[in-house]
């Protein structure tokens, strides 16, 4: 499955070690700024390019910057989770500011190449222990500092059907072939879609 391009923004503040892709942590940026999330962008890249010592494998809002390598492990989610993880930071200023509908896309398609590409269930999991898609906020490391990220206004579940969507048809908009109606049927219903 081909990816939207990527700009390319490398950071000194990565690992160049990376044990395994066992999970996708998704953050959020929260810079605290009373502006409109797409403006969250380009400072973050300057935070994660300065001297921060944090950074994130992609950020994204309303593209993709990419910040580190699959093949090194970013600074993100503390200690070992950074050396079995990739991280995607979104942009939302504040835990009260709507997610840009381009960016969910985006971080969906993400998040759809890397299972399929490293074999991580397109799930949402709630520990850092198990394999799958975990908000910052529900990792062990995340909750015992005090994670809100990417908080209650981040769809999960549509977020997941769409993760499963590109898995299955490589757009956000299934394709439906003539003759295949009861195939795609019992698809678009394993990825949750009623039909």
């Not at 940026?29 to 921060?52: C, K, L, N, V, Y």
């Not at 198990?130 to 062990?140: K, L, M, Q």
Request: negative net charge.
């Amino acid at each position: 499955m081909k990816t939207p391009p990527e700009l390319s923004f490398p950071t000194v503040n990565f690992i160049q070690f990376h044990n395994a892709n066992r999970n996708i942590f998704i953050h959020s940026t929260r810079s605290g700024r009373d502006w409109p999330a797409i403006m969250d962008f380009e400072p973050t890249i300057q935070w994660f390019q300065g001297d921060s010592g944090l950074s994130s494998h992609l950020v994204i809002g309303g593209r993709i910057a990419r910040m580190v390598d699959d093949d090194d492990s970013a600074i993100h989610a503390g200690g070992a989770n950074n050396l079995k993880s990739l991280a995607i930071e979104i942009v939302q200023p504040k835990i009260d500011t709507p997610f840009i509908p381009a960016s969910l896309d985006l971080a969906a398609w993400s998040c759809a190449v890397w299972c399929l590409k490293y074999g991580i269930p397109p799930v949402r999991i709630f520990s850092q222990t198990e394999v799958g898609i975990i908000g910052h906020e529900d990792s062990e490391q995340g909750r015992s500092s005090g994670k809100s990220d990417p908080g209650p206004l981040f769809p999960w579940n549509m977020f997941i059907k769409r993760v499963k969507t590109l898995m299955l048809f490589g757009s956000l908009e299934p394709h439906i072939l003539k003759g295949d109606y009861l195939k795609i049927l019992g698809i678009l219903r394993y990825v949750g879609v009623e039909v």
